[in-house]
C-alpha cells in the first residue's frame, strides 16, 4: 500500500492502557539517548508518567490475563490446517517467556520507583506548570548539570525495573495488530460505520489514509459497532466532516 498514517482506536480498557503505555516507553526511548539536559528531563517526565498510570490498577494482573488469553487463543489453532507450526511454535515459546519474566516482577509494578525520594519529589512538583525549575527543585537542578552519561546510566538503571513489562506490551500490541489483515473500504461522504460479532470481541481499531489526503480519522464505538469520521482540519475554525467519497484500509483486529 501507498504511506499512510494509521489510526488505531482500542475497543476495551486494557488495550487502550497498553496503548498509553507503549507510547510512553517509546517517548523515553527517543529522549533517553540525547544528552543535552532536556533530553534527560523528558525521559524522567515519561518514565514517572508511566509510573503514576501503573499506581492506578494492577496493571501486571492485566498483562498476565493478556498473556494468558493469548496462549489459549493461539494454542487452540495448532491442529488448524494451514498453520505454520514453525512460527506458531515461535509466538508460543515468546509469549510463555514474557510471561515468566512478569510473574518473576516483585510486587506492583513500579512499587521501588515510586518509593525513591527523589523521583517522588520531581513527581510532586510535575502538576504545577513549570513546576520543576531549578529554585522548586534544586537537587533536581544539581543531578541535570551532572556528566550525560551519568544521568543516562541513572534513567538507565530506573527503567530496567519496567523493562519485562515494556517487552510483555510490545509483544502483546504486535500480536494484536497482526492479528488481521487490512481490508480496502470507502466512507461515503467521509462517514463510515460498521458492525461488529460481539461473538468475536475486536480489541482495535486500524485506519490507514493516504498521507498525502488532507484529513485525518475521527473514531468511535464498542463492542458491536463502530464509526469513523473523515475530518478536515481549519487553521482556526473547529474541524468538519469532508464531504468527499474517502478511499481507506481498514482492519478490526480480534484475538
Not at 487452540?76 to 490446517?81: S, T, Y
Not at 509469549?95 to 518509593?115: C, F, K
Not at 489526503?213 to 481549519?234: D, V, Y
Amino acid at each position: 500500500m501507498p504511506d499512510q498514517i494509521i489510526y488505531e482506536h482500542p475497543l476495551n480498557e486494557r488495550i487502550r492502557t497498553l496503548l498509553r503505555l507503549e507510547q510512553l516507553f517509546k517517548e523515553a526511548a527517543y529522549f533517553l539517548p540525547q544528552p543535552e539536559e532536556w533530553g534527560s528531563r523528558s525521559a524522567i517526565d515519561s518514565l514517572l508518567k508511566i509510573t503514576s498510570i501503573f499506581s492506578r490498577a494492577d496493571i501486571k494482573s492485566e498483562i498476565l490475563k493478556e498473556l494468558e488469553r493469548h496462549l489459549s487463543k493461539l494454542g487452540g489453532i495448532r491442529r488448524q490446517p494451514g498453520v505454520d507450526m514453525q512460527t506458531l511454535g515461535q509466538v508460543l515459546d515468546e509469549l510463555e517467556q514474557a510471561m515468566q519474566q512478569v510473574y518473576r516482577m516483585n510486587g506492583q509494578v513500579g512499587q521501588q520507583l515510586r518509593e525513591n525520594e527523589f523521583l517522588k519529589s520531581i513527581m510532586q512538583r510535575t502538576s504545577i506548570p513549570g513546576g520543576s525549575c531549578a529554585f522548586d527543585l534544586p537537587q533536581f537542578h544539581h543531578w541535570l548539570q551532572q556528566p550525560s552519561a551519568g544521568r543516562q546510566q541513572q534513567i538507565l538503571e530506573w527503567y530496567r525495573e519496567l523493562e519485562p513489562v515494556r517487552e510483555a506490551i510490545a509483544l502483546l500490541l504486535s500480536l494484536t495488530r497482526n492479528s488481521a489483515r487490512p481490508q480496502r473500504e470507502t466512507a461515503f461522504q467521509g462517514f463510515f460505520q460498521k458492525s461488529l460479532d460481539p461473538q468475536v470481541p475486536t480489541q482495535l481499531i486500524r485506519i490507514g489514509i493516504a498521507a498525502d489526503l488532507p484529513l485525518f480519522a475521527e473514531i468511535s464505538g464498542g463492542k458491536h459497532r463502530f464509526s469513523a469520521r473523515f475530518m478536515e482540519a481549519h487553521d482556526a475554525e473547529r474541524p468538519s466532516q469532508s464531504q468527499r467519497d474517502v478511499q481507506f484500509s481498514l482492519t478490526c483486529c480480534a484475538i
